[in-house]
């Protein structure tokens, strides 16, 4: 009877220490920890949303005074925008890879715009179909692979935003840089507005931060913001990372978390 008890009693323990050790283990392998204070900004601070419509106004006041000054170019003038995390909102993808301690993966980041579930950023609807009622046209310049085009431009579609069709929607080929895809622009366009959330999306010359992380040509270029080349907010992702964490050997989680702690400026820094 005493050996029963004490197995009923032990049981539950066993239990519970078990499924501690699992949640444990899964807290300690989760790779993505470092998105949830980023990730939690985005979606639930009202200063991100504020961001998005100052950028958006500052680029209608920016279109209207370009439309209005004396142009010689006589080529019909265009508005070029990153697709993600520019005009639209792919947070609930970070919200998946947080909960599930996934990696990113191309697979789990198809399985998500296939949905075509993404929703509009603040205040990037009104901008372009505004920039519609002036003769602008919007060209997608993205970096989404070419096999996602059907699934974006029916997610767009559903939003309502203008000319979300393949002739102005131009995702990735061979080169994650933009440059030929502007120049393809170019031929046909004057572009008046860059808009988007990695430095990528407006000039060449800014891609190569190995110099100060990319600080000094961000200075050399800063007439620009503002005026033709338009910033959205994004801490949860993006090209400026791969600088933090740049290293001659591989990192697992843990040693990325500490190469982030590193990059980090502290009062001995200063």
């Given amino acids: 009877m005493r050996k029963i008890f004490f197995a009923l009693i032990a049981v539950p323990i066993l239990i519970s220490s078990c499924s501690k050790s699992i949640y444990t283990q899964k807290q300690e392998n989760n790779t993505n920890e470092h998105l949830v204070m980023a990730t939690l900004w985005f979606q639930r601070a009202s200063e991100c949303r504020a961001l998005y419509y100052q950028a958006f106004n500052i680029a209608k006041l920016s279109l209207d005074n370009q439309l209005a000054s004396q142009n010689e170019n006589s080529l019909p003038k265009a508005v070029v925008v990153d697709i993600d995390e520019t005009v639209l909102d792919n947070s609930p993808f970070e919200t998946n890879s947080i909960r599930t301690g996934q990696s990113f993966t191309s697979e789990a980041w198809t ?6 579930k993404a929703s509009p950023t603040p205040g990037a609807l009104e901008f372009l179909n505004y920039a519609a009622t002036k003769g602008v ?8 692979d070419t096999s996602a085009l059907t699934k974006t431009i029916e997610n767009l579609q559903k939003l309502g935003f203008p000319f979300a069709d393949k002739q102005h929607v131009l995702l990735k080929t061979d080169t994650s840089v933009k440059t030929p895809r502007r120049n393809k622009v170019l031929e046909s366009h004057e572009i008046l507005i860059l808009a988007g959330d990695n430095l990528g999306d407006f000039d060449e010359f800014l891609e190569d931060r190995s110099t100060d992380f990319g600080f000094s040509k961000v200075d050399k270029m800063q007439a620009e913001f503002g005026n033709r080349f338009i910033v959205l907010p994004n801490p949860m992702y993006g090209s400026w990372e791969k600088e933090v964490l740049k290293s001659k050997t591989k990192l697992d989680a843990s040693e990325k978390e500490k190469l982030r702690k590193k990059r980090l400026i502290g009062y001995e820094e200063l």
Avoid: G, L, P
Wanted: no cysteine.
């Fill in 111 to 116: 399985e998500w715009t296939d949905m075509a």
């Fill in 137 to 144: 046209e919007t060209f997608y310049i993205s970096n989404r």
